[in-house]
């Protein structure tokens, strides 16, 4: 399974961004999609997970409200529109495939995980 990020960049405090992950390989059919973060300095992070499944989200604490996953009718590309943006959003964002169908945060039930995309908030 590859895993393929893009849309990010540099944004002003209060802009959006819209990431994107395509995955491609044997993923099976019954799988979670997630995003997470890492800023300078800091601990690996959850942001957002969604189950191919059923649908169902789980989200960051500190992106309710403001970020959003989706993924296309396929279920083979995960998307995660960030509203609101503020400098502390600043960190690399992965994307990451956990083979069972749970929305987990917990980082260690994904198998596979792209290189990751650059998200800088300027203030």
């Known amino acids: 399974v590859q895993l393929v990020e893009s849309g990010g960049g540099l944004v002003q405090t209060g802009g959006s961004l819209r990431l994107s992950c395509a995955a491609s390989?044997?993923?099976?059919?019954?799988?979670?999609m997630g995003w997470f973060r890492q800023g300078p300095g800091k601990e690996r992070e959850f942001v957002a997970a969604?189950?191919?499944?059923?649908?169902?989200?789980n989200y960051g604490e500190s992106v309710k409200g403001r970020f959003v996953v989706s993924r296309d009718n396929a279920g083979k590309t995960l998307y995660l529109q960030m509203n609101m943006l503020q400098p502390e959003d600043t960190a690399v964002y992965y994307c990451?495939?956990?083979?069972?169908?749970?929305?987990?945060?917990?980082?260690?039930?994904?198998?596979?995980w792209g290189r990751g995309t650059q998200v800088t908030v300027s203030s």
């Open positions: 990451a495939l956990n083979p069972s169908p749970f929305a987990t945060s917990d980082a260690q039930r994904y198998r596979y």
């Open positions: 390989g044997h993923t099976g059919t019954s799988y979670a």
């Open positions: 969604l189950s191919k499944r059923d649908g169902s989200t």
